[in-house]
């Protein structure tokens, strides 16, 4: 059974950098789209970017185009988000979920956060 793990949350000030890792374990991604996803208090899950795991092919919902990067490295078997330029509003618990293909679209899975598997995140802070 595919399970996800993310990592690289942090504190930083607005204009910096970060990193996320989704490390995945159970079963290789090759057969999945994997998207990550963010929450802020008070507000619905919303995706940033997804993948499609075999090919590398990225969607980005249109309000997370340009600072946000996905990336994915198949011999680690993980996912990362490259975030720059991060602003305060940014800050949020990030989450990473994967769906097999022939189950979702990667747009779909990015579009449509509606799931009941969210791992236990990172949290990203963007202090003013």
């Known amino acids: 059974q595919l399970q996800l793990a993310e990592s690289g949350g942090d504190l930083v000030h607005s204009g910096g950098s970060l990193r996320l890792s989704c490390a995945a374990s159970?079963?290789?991604?090759?057969?999945?789209?994997v998207g990550w996803f963010r929450q802020a208090p008070g507000k619905d899950y919303e995706g940033v970017s997804c993948?499609?795991?075999?090919?590398?092919?990225?969607y980005y919902p249109a309000s997370m185009k340009g600072r946000f990067t996905i990336s994915r490295d198949n011999a680690k078997n993980t996912v990362y988000l490259q975030m720059k330029d991060l602003q305060v509003e940014d800050s949020a618990v990030y989450y990473c979920?994967?769906?097999?293909?022939?189950?979702?679209?990667?747009?779909?899975?990015?579009?449509?956060?509606?799931?009941?598997?969210w791992g236990q995140g990172t949290q990203v802070t963007v202090s003013s």
């Open positions: 159970g079963s290789p991604l090759d057969d999945y789209y």
């Open positions: 979920a994967a769906d097999p293909v022939g189950a979702s679209t990667v747009q779909a899975l990015c579009e449509i956060p509606l799931r009941d598997d």
């Open positions: 993948m499609t795991m075999r090919d590398g092919t990225t």
